[in-house]
């Protein structure tokens, strides 16, 4: 929500040895697990990490690892950590974030449109459910949150016991380490709430981070705690930029290395969540940084971003099936947009789908694991209202299959699929279509899975199958005798031997001249028939598999000498006769 102004770029040296300092010492401030509840003292370099970010720090990254001359030191720190990481890469994912797309769901059920304009989700593996809380985005009467839970497509409103108090911009995030959703803040409040089997309970005790509301807060999987960082605070000046750890129930503050993001005075609701590709928590900053965090160092990595991109009030998550983050959603200059961009590891990429969820302010956006897909819900409007659809995004991997296997090739929104194959298909609405290989014809197609009918089309929202049923053409052997000669069948020369596959019905047949050579008659198989024989240019009727063949006979001419006049008798052998029968000619 905020820009760092234009800084001169330092030199690489300089950058070098910063880095190394700051991650060098990883690994003394604080651990997952249990911890002290007292807070921790900044580190020594406070006054470092406060400062804006340099420019070129990170740059030049290549994908998902860094540049050559920031691997060389050694470092003494647990499992190497970040610059590790980078150095091994990472394994490929399955598929690209712009290879997926959106598709609506209608579930029979629906939380209804939160005119306060802040939706916030969590998926919790522990119940195998998607866990929205529908706040208010400020608070002039506040209301209490309502607690919707989504499970095998549908939205149930919880009602089993009394959500948090009133509040504005509380944050939500799964604790994979303490098993439960949590909550924390929302305005004037600096409370700690978890939910788990159905039900809230206030857990606060100890130190805890001042009321703020807006935290930016994600699961560290790596360093195992709540990583919590930013957020107003509420009951005193200023907005800071403190990173707080939560596990084993206790909150404590992070004395950072590295270049954490630097506070604005504006810093609250930017987006934070766990990339698991990266081995890193990534924070979305609205301008051409984006923030790593690692074992209590701050990383800033220039990614450029274009003006419509520096909205505030957009959504970010992980996307496990393409090991990106995906940010949805927020506004720019008072109006809604509904982008949808994903981030490698060293820059943001705009993704277009044939549909997208609706121009939201604050949706939720959160991964599922039940339905493997990311899901979307609902958020509000810069001009108030908002709306309460539910979309998923991801890509389906589609089985095609081919009876018989050479049968033909498929047709999915304009793009090819291979039968027999496997294939990743984005999510959206379709009709699949059969395309034929040579000589066969599309019989029908059938669908299962995720493939679902949905107005005259259907609907991918996962894996699914698709078989294509394809029916060989009859065909038509064609010959001559002898078989040096051709067939013209259909406007086509076929050489003697030839086959052609054909629809049942009538087509040109004609024999053509061949050297030395005169046509005598057409000899046909069954299922064939001729307007005249002895043409050799006619049509044929065909209503099935059949030959045709083209009889020649020969010119034969007699040279005497001496001349004589009189009658020359040829004896030549018949059809079908025995051997030595003789026909005078």
């Not at 647990?78 to 579930?107: D, I, K, M, Y």
């Amino acid at each position: 929500m905020s820009r760092l102004p234009d800084l001169p770029v330092p030199a690489v040296s300089f950058a070098l040895i910063v880095l190394v300092s700051g991650l060098a010492s990883i690994g003394g401030t604080f651990h997952g697990g249990a911890s002290s509840s007292a807070p921790l003292l900044p580190s020594q370099n406070e006054s470092a990490r406060a400062s804006p970010p340099h420019p070129g720090l990170l740059d030049g990254l290549t994908s998902r690892g860094l540049p050559a001359p920031l691997l060389t030191p050694t470092l003494s720190i647990p499992e190497c950590r970040l610059l590790c990481h980078f150095e091994s890469g990472v394994t490929p994912t399955q598929v690209n974030a712009s290879s997926e797309g959106w598709a609506q769901l209608h579930p029979d059920h629906s939380p209804p449109v939160n005119a306060s304009e802040y939706d916030h989700a969590v998926y919790d593996p522990a119940d195998d459910a998607t866990v929205l809380l529908q706040s208010s985005y400020a608070c002039g009467a506040c209301k209490a949150p309502s607690t919707w839970v989504f499970h095998s497509g549908n939205w149930s409103l919880d009602q089993s016991s009394p959500p948090p108090g009133p509040r504005a911009l509380p944050t939500l995030v799964y604790d994979a380490g303490d098993g439960y959703v949590m909550l924390y803040g929302g305005q004037t409040w600096n409370s700690t709430w978890k939910f788990s089997g159905g039900n809230w309970t206030n857990i606060t005790h100890g130190a805890a981070p001042n009321p703020m509301e807006g935290v930016a807060m994600a699961y560290d999987s790596l360093d195992k705690y709540v990583l919590l960082f930013g957020g107003i605070n509420t009951t005193g000046s200023g907005i800071p930029n403190e990173t707080w750890a939560f596990a084993g129930g206790n909150w404590t503050r992070i004395g950072t290395q590295g270049q954490a993001p630097p506070d604005y005075g504006d810093y609250y609701t930017n987006p934070m969540v766990y990339d698991a590709a990266l081995d890193s928590v990534l924070l979305f900053e609205n301008t051409n940084w984006t923030y790593l965090y690692q074992a209590g160092t701050w990383q800033a990595v220039y990614a450029p971003i274009p003006l419509s991109l520096e909205a505030a009030g957009g959504t970010l998550t992980y996307d496990a099936l393409s090991g990106e983050a995906i940010y949805q959603g927020g506004y720019e200059g008072g109006i809604d947009t509904n982008q949808t961009w994903a981030f490698n590891g060293t820059r943001w990429t705009p993704l277009h789908s044939f549909e997208a969820p609706p121009a939201a302010l604050y949706p939720a956006l959160v991964p599922d694991s039940g339905d493997s897909a990311v899901l979307f819900f609902g958020g509000g409007s810069y001009g108030g209202g908002g709306n309460n659809q539910t979309w998923i995004f991801g890509a389906g991997n589609v089985s095609f299959v081919a009876v018989p296997g050479d049968g033909g090739n498929f047709s999915v929104g304009g793009i090819s699929y291979p039968g027999g194959r496997s294939s990743w298909v984005p999510f959206g609405i379709y009709k699949p279509k059969l395309l034929p290989s040579p000589g066969f014809h599309g019989h029908n197609i059938s669908v299962s899975g995720n493939f679902t009918p949905y107005n005259g089309s259907y609907r991918l929202t996962g894996n699914a199958t698709v078989v294509g049923r394809f029916v060989a053409f009859p065909r038509v052997s064609l010959a001559t005798l002898p078989a040096n000669c051709e067939v013209n069948f259909n406007n086509t020369l076929y050489p003697s031997g030839s086959s052609a596959p054909f629809v049942p019905g009538s087509y040109s047949l004609i024999a053509p001249d061949c050297p030395h050579l005169v046509f005598k008659n057409w000899l046909l198989g069954e299922n064939a028939s001729v307007l005249n024989v002895y043409d050799n240019r006619t049509t044929v009727t065909l209503s099935g598999p059949s030959t045709l063949t083209a009889e020649f006979l020969a010119t034969v001419t007699f040279e005497v000498n001496p001349s004589f006049s009189g009658t020359i008798f040829v004896a030549t052998q018949l059809s079908g006769a025995p051997e030595g029968t003789p026909k005078a000619g």
